[in-house]
């Protein structure tokens, strides 16, 4: 981990009783090199390392305490604090319905994801129904159809030859009609500079008026995580983040290259395939992954 | 990039950012930059534009693959099989559509063999692009052994006069051994089927992938040999710049770019022009 990197860094500050701009700045080359190779983005580290220096800087020495010991606690708390401090939680507060939304790029989870969070409301008690609004992708309203049938969750028939807009409604209409309290949605996966496609999905988003807009993102992203997390949020918006594939040996830099642009709370992870493999979002587990 | 900045140090801090940016990576960043610093310092680069445009002729040499490393080509194999692979999500599905309709244009007969047994849809889905590129397709009857599938496909291939077979996989991350092994029987099946098959493995890379993708590249050659690389998705704002390590480094060529989703995105990759979008 940090510390492995450290050690030299540990013992060249032995001894010492106070953490200067030398030896803090030497410190902080380790901790840019980690960050960068966990794929955190440039910015973000610039950012981070800013942060954590000036934080680092005149903090007397603990007796009994390495000073680079000292330094990494520093970096691995803070690193925490900003990933979220915390785990968080869906806002399905309060009584009546709900609507989620899932975004994201292709590929990163969303239908996967859809099914995972439909599978975990109905375990906590909920009546969950998914709708796919993907007229675009080959079998990706039959995708959600399987999926919906693994979980035993109700899905509406749309096809490929509806609007998503005419979907959205239909789907509240259904959602009323079943009986259902959590309506998932399943929106085609598409570039944040896609103007045409970012504007169906802002369209969709008005129509639903949704309580939770969760952003799925694939956690093995490099440095592209700033630029599509910061567009989806300020086109779209965004209420949760959720990062798949994190089984892989996935560093998950993207984690805090997503959370520090956007402020969003990261709220859950997928860890695998199947529809249960599916957890929340232990900020002080991923620091340590992306200290490496 | 520093259309008219002087050549300084905050300049060079410029130009590192941009390499990371587009996730060439730290240490091969690295060691570029100071390459670099020390053709400016020994004054064998004299302006900015000098720098830039050195710099992406060397970026240019290392992800050009170079001819005379290439395997001899299996390209002319009848029937051609090539298998695709690659980890959840990056597009494998979608190009072997894209491949297929290549293939087509070109007066190719092909054979799409559904080789994704696990996800759910994944059938159909190829299925589809099987129908819009015109060509043949095969999926399982029953059972989820994408070997039997795999086996069936060489058979169909071979009895109907198929030019090419693409064989398509399911998504897996490489740090799944039981996953790895899989791949290795659908190999095993194959050439056993057809001696020389898969004459083409495809690495199917997502271009938003950072720098896991080295590590992707690396185990999935040592598991069962890549020939070539698709890189994907190049239409949004990643750069890919990971593929510049993992072609120095793996020896492996970057065939095609995908850079959409409808059926023509599939472009050869023209390391000139990948270049430049580094530097865009
Ligand atoms: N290993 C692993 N695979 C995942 C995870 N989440 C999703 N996947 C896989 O990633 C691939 C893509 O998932 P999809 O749900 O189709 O992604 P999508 O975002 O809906 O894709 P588009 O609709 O095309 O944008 C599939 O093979 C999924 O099984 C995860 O947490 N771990
Ligand atoms: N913009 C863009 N999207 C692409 C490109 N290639 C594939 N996609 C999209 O990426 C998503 C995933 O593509 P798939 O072909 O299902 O990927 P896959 O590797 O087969 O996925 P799994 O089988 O689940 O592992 C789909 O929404 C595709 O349309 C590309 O070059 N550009
Ligand atoms: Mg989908
Ligand atoms: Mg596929």
Excluded: C
Excluded at chain 1, 44 to 52: G, L, P, Q, S, Y
Excluded at chain 1, 243 to 258: E, Q
Excluded at chain 2, 52 to 75: C, G, H, N, R, W
Excluded at chain 2, 105 to 114: D, E, I, M, T
């Amino acid at each position: 981990g940090l510390s492995q990197r450290f050690e030299g860094v540990v013992k060249r500050l032995q001894g010492l009783h106070k953490l200067t701009e030398e030896n803090v700045s030497d410190a902080m080359r380790e901790v840019r090199i980690a960050l960068l190779e966990a794929d955190v983005n440039i910015s973000v580290v610039k950012d981070f390392i800013a942060n954590v220096k000036s934080l680092a800087l005149g903090m007397e020495t603990i007796p009994g305490v390495q000073p680079g010991q000292q330094i990494v606690k520093i970096v691995h708390e803070n690193l925490i604090q900003v990933l979220g401090g915390d785990t968080a939680n869906l806002n399905l507060t309060g009584r009546g319905s709900t609507v989620i939304l899932m975004t994201g790029l292709q590929g990163s989870g969303k239908t996967t994801t859809t099914a995972k969070l439909a599978a975990m409301l109905k375990k906590q008690g909920y009546r969950p129904l998914m709708v796919s609004a993907d007229v675009y992708r080959p079998a990706a309203i039959e995708q959600l159809g399987v999926l919906g049938e693994q979980i035993d969750v109700p899905t509406i028939k749309t096809t490929t030859d509806m609007n998503p807009e005419e979907i959205g409604r239909a789907a509240l209409e259904e959602m009323t009609q079943l009986n259902a309290n959590v309506l998932l949605v399943d929106t085609a996966g598409r570039l944040a500079i896609d103007e045409q496609m970012m504007n169906e999905l802002s369209k969709l988003k008005d129509i639903l008026q949704p309580k939770e807009i969760l952003f799925v993102a694939d956690s093995m992203t490099g440095q592209d995580a700033v630029n599509t997390a910061r567009a989806f949020n300020e086109q779209i918006g965004m209420t949760g983040v959720i990062l798949t594939k994190m089984d892989g040996d996935i560093r998950g830099g993207a984690a805090l290259s997503i959370k520090k642009v956007t402020g969003t709370p990261i709220k859950f992870i997928g860890v695998g395939e199947k529809t249960s493999q599916f957890e929340q979002f232990h900020p002080d587990r991923i620091a340590g992954r992306i200290l490496g | 990039v520093g259309a008219h900045a002087k050549l300084d140090d905050s300049f060079m801090d410029e130009l590192e950012e941009v390499l990371l940016s587009a996730d060439v990576g730290l240490d091969l960043t690295t060691r570029i930059i100071e390459n670099l610093r020390a053709d400016v310092k020994a004054n064998l680069l004299k302006t900015v534009p000098e720098v830039i445009e050195f710099i992406k002729k060397e970026l240019e040499k290392t992800v050009t693959f170079d001819e005379e490393e290439k395997q001899p080509s299996t390209k002319n194999s009848k029937p051609l099989v090539v298998l695709v692979i690659g980890v959840n999500g990056a597009g494998k599905t979608t190009t072997i559509g894209k491949l297929s309709f290549k293939l087509k244009k070109r007066g190719k007969s092909v054979l799409l063999a559904a080789g994704d047994t696990f996800r759910a849809a994944a059938a159909d889905q190829l299925e589809t692009w099987a129908e819009r590129s015109e060509a043949d397709f095969i999926r399982s009857n029953s059972g989820s052994d994408p070997s039997a599938v795999v086996f069936d496909a060489v058979k169909l291939t071979v009895s109907r006069g198929h030019d090419v077979m693409i064989a398509d996989t399911a998504g897996r991350l490489h740090s799944k051994v039981n996953l790895m092994e899989e791949l290795k029987k659908i190999k095993r099946i194959m050439s056993r089927e057809l001696p020389g098959a898969p004459h083409e493995t495809l690495l199917v890379l997502d271009s938003t992938t950072g720098q896991n993708a080295v590590s992707q590249a690396k185990i999935f050659n040592e598991s069962i040999g890549v020939t070539g690389i698709v890189l994907t998705k190049l239409d949004g704002t990643a750069k890919g710049g990971v593929v510049i390590n993992i072609v120095d480094t793996l020896k492996l060529p970057v065939q095609f770019i995908g850079i959409g989703e409808k059926i023509d995105d599939l472009r050869p990759f023209n390391p000139k022009e990948f270049v430049a979008a580094i530097f865009e």
